[in-house]
């Protein structure tokens, strides 16, 4: 059973950073695609950044610079480092994948972030 467990939120001031964790069980990790999300109150859920199997990011243009996503192989674990953190990035960060050779989207329960003004 492929399970994602989350780590790392809390409550930060504005302009503080947070490094979230993701550990992977029950699945080769070394041959994920491996996504952050995030969703804030009232609002639905956005993709934060990805990181192909190889190591390639990807962000969303607005995101550009702030996040960094990474990976360790050998530890079964995807990162999620967010600096200069204001308000907006409160939510609840969730760690993802969708194996291409299942087709199920595999989601973590979660953390919370919260940034104080």
């Known amino acids: 059973q492929v399970q994602l467990v989350e780590s790392g939120g809390g409550l930060v001031q504005a302009g503080g950073s947070l490094n979230l964790s993701c550990v992977v069980s029950?699945?080769?990790?070394?041959?994920?695609?491996m996504d952050w999300y995030r969703q804030a109150p009232g609002k639905s859920r956005e993709l934060v950044a990805s990181i192909t199997r190889n190591g390639r990011a990807n962000y969303p243009d607005s995101l550009k610079g702030r996040f960094t996503i990474s990976r360790d192989n050998a530890k079964n674990t995807v990162f999620l480092q967010m600096n200069s953190l204001n308000p907006e990035d409160t939510g609840v960060y969730y760690c993802?994948?969708?194996?291409?050779?299942?087709?199920?989207?595999?989601w973590g329960q979660g953390t919370q972030v919260t940034v104080s003004s």
């Open positions: 029950g699945t080769i990790f070394s041959l994920l695609s």
């Open positions: 993802h994948s969708l194996p291409v050779v299942t087709g199920r989207h595999y």
